[in-house]
């Protein structure tokens, strides 16, 4: 009986901490926000997003800026806005060895032909 309440302490124990979730800061928020909105298809929604957590940010040479930045220029070629072309253009020049290199390419030759 004593092995049985022991037991069942320690699986409701465990069980209370499989539960907890990650707390983002502020700043991180807005970028997972704005993944989770691309791949929703809400590229408007994803953009303000974004472009909030780049007002945030601090650390100009992240990895999540430079996938911020190719998050922008996909959320303009899928919204076809004007600047597209430049955006996915200064993306390449600024981050030529992106591993977003081939989409990144696949959409600036669609807008140019």
């Known amino acids: 009986m004593r092995k049985v309440i022991i037991g069942l302490s320690l699986f409701c124990i465990g069980g209370l901490y499989a539960q907890q979730t990650n707390v983002y800061t502020d700043i991180q928020r807005y970028f997972n926000e704005g993944k989770v909105l691309?791949?929703?298809?809400?590229?408007?929604?994803?953009?303000?997003s974004l472009e909030k957590y780049l007002e945030l940010s601090d650390k100009p040479l992240s990895e999540t800026v430079q996938e911020t930045m190719y998050l922008l220029a996909a959320n303009a070629y899928e919204l076809?806005?004007?600047?597209?072309?430049?955006?996915?253009?200064?993306?390449?020049?600024?981050?030529?060895?992106?591993?977003?290199?081939?989409?990144?390419?696949?959409?600036?030759?669609?807008?140019?032909?």
């Open 80 to 113: 076809r806005n004007d600047n597209a072309y430049y955006m996915l253009k200064a993306y390449m020049d600024d981050y030529s060895y992106t591993s977003f290199y081939d989409q990144t390419a696949f959409m600036l030759g669609t807008l140019t032909y």
């Open 38 to 48: 691309h791949a929703q298809k809400k590229y408007a929604a994803s953009s303000n």
